[in-house]
Structure formats: C-alpha cells, structure tokens
C-alpha cells in the first residue's frame, strides 16, 4: 500500500501542475489571473530599468554639458587674448600715425623712440628711452608725445636717453601765450608725481599780460623747441602768494600732453639753440 502511494502522489501533483499550466495558458481568465499574479515583479522591473535609463541619460547630459561649458570658457579666455591683442596693435597704431603726422609738419628732424622706464622714484616725472647718442639723440634736445610738448633729454648714453617731463621743476622751458607775446618760464607741478593730468606753473609773467582762464600756452620763440607747440591751458589766472606780485606773474595750467597714455615719444634731434 505504501509503495502504491509513493508511485500515485507524485504521479498526481505532476498531473495536477500540468492542469494548472494549461489553464493558466490557455484560458483566458487563467492568462488573466496569471499576469495579475507576476504584473507586481515585471512592473517593478521595468519601473528600475526606466529610473536607471533616466540616471545614466543625466549623467550624459551633466557630462556633455559641463564639456560644453568648458569648452566656451576657453574659447572666450581666447577670444579675450586676441581682442586685447588687437586692442593694443590699435592704440600703438594710431599713435604711430600721429607721430608720423607730426614728422610730415615739422622742418626739424625727429626721431621715434618708445618709452621703456618711468621713475617711480621721481614720481612718474623722468623717462627713459630705448635711443641714445648713436640715433642722433642729444641733452637738451625738446621731446613731445600725442603732438603736444612732454620735456627735454636730460641724460643721454649710447643707447638710451633720460627724459625730465614739463612736470618736473628742473625742465623750465620757455612758454607764451598763445597769439601774444607776453612769456613766462614753465616751471612743473605742485604735486609730488604726476597722476592723471597735474597742475603745472608758469612763472615770470609780465605784470600788464591780460591773461584768463582757458587760454592755451604753446613754447616760445626762445625755447629750444621750436615755437608753436602747445603746452597746455591756463586754469588759473588770478595772482596770488605763487609768485612776486610786484615784480611778475605766476599762473596755473593744465598739460595737454597726460590727457592720453602714450608709449612712443619724438626727440626732435634738429631743434636749434635758445635765442639769447
């Protein structure tokens, strides 16, 4: 009997599990009843590969954008690189084109030179050029900058040159006003350097000189510059404790030439003694 049941019971579940796949299989409420049954597992399934689809698509997409942005940073640190570049051809350009200017004018040789030291030690005031005896340059010898009146050499070596600018007392340069001639001695600031555009002192004024403010003042016929060139306007002309008011005149100006930063400068090396 009980070897009946071991040979029967195993023969029915098998019987029975066939059943159950038949009718799970091929009538439609079991397919029903089956897809009810595992919808939880394959729904859970499909809902982790879509999530995980969505985190690896962001993680292409943060990548790609980061690459993006990266690759516009530079493209702009480049982009600033040239239009600097291009800025400063710009500016040297245009300066060049005013000295050449200034040469086609003046019947006195000249010679180009660019700026390669100011003195801090002098408070901005002294120059120093990359020409020297060797290119005709010599002491004394006017120097301008943007067509305006900046100094005279100082100090020259084979290959370099000192400049004092109009803003150091020790230039003292002989100017007038302009369409006059009443004369006065430029004699630098009052500042101790030169920052934006300083206030320089004519001194030396003749007393009866109808001076007001906003007249220019340009070197005179006894400067070692040729006469002419402007120097700058008057901003103060009222007399005061600045000079003798009994004997002359001092008055106030402010320099043409810091109004614009300047690299290159012109020595004009055929500039004729001071008249006595």
Request: aromatic content about 4%.
């Amino acid at each position: 009997m009980k070897s009946i049941r071991k040979v029967v019971v195993p023969g029915a579940v098998v019987l029975v599990l066939v059943v159950v796949v038949l009718v799970f299989r091929f009538h439609p409420d079991g397919r029903a009843l089956l897809r009810n049954f595992t919808s939880p597992v394959t729904v859970a399934g499909s809902a982790a590969e879509e999530e995980l689809e969505e985190q690896l698509l962001m993680l292409r997409s943060k990548a790609e954008l980061v690459q993006e942005i990266t690759e516009s940073e530079q493209a702009q640190e480049r982009s600033a690189v040239h239009l600097a570049r291009i800025e400063q051809l710009e500016r040297e350009n245009r300066e060049l084109r005013r000295l050449l200017r200034l040469d086609e004018t003046a019947s006195l040789a000249a010679t180009h030179a660019r700026v390669v030291f100011r003195d801090p030690a002098a408070g901005g005031r002294r120059l120093q050029l990359n020409r020297g005896e060797q290119d005709g340059i010599a002491v004394g010898q006017p120097v301008l900058a943007n067509g305006f009146l900046l100094g005279r050499i100082a100090e020259v070596s084979k290959r370099t040159a000192g400049v004092l600018t109009i803003a150091d007392a020790n230039c003292r340069l002989s100017v007038c006003l302009a369409d006059t001639r009443c004369y006065g001695i430029l004699a630098g600031t009052e500042d101790r350097s030169v920052r934006g555009r300083p206030v320089l002192l004519v001194r030396h004024l003749q007393l009866d000189c109808e001076i007001s403010e906003g007249q220019v003042i340009e070197t005179s016929d006894y400067s070692i510059a040729p006469p002419g060139i402007k120097v700058g306007t008057v901003v103060d002309a009222a007399p005061g404790p600045l000079g003798n008011e009994h004997l002359d005149r001092t008055i106030k100006i402010r320099p043409f030439v810091f109004d614009r930063a300047f690299t290159h400068v012109t020595v004009l090396t055929g500039s004729r003694a001071p008249v006595d």
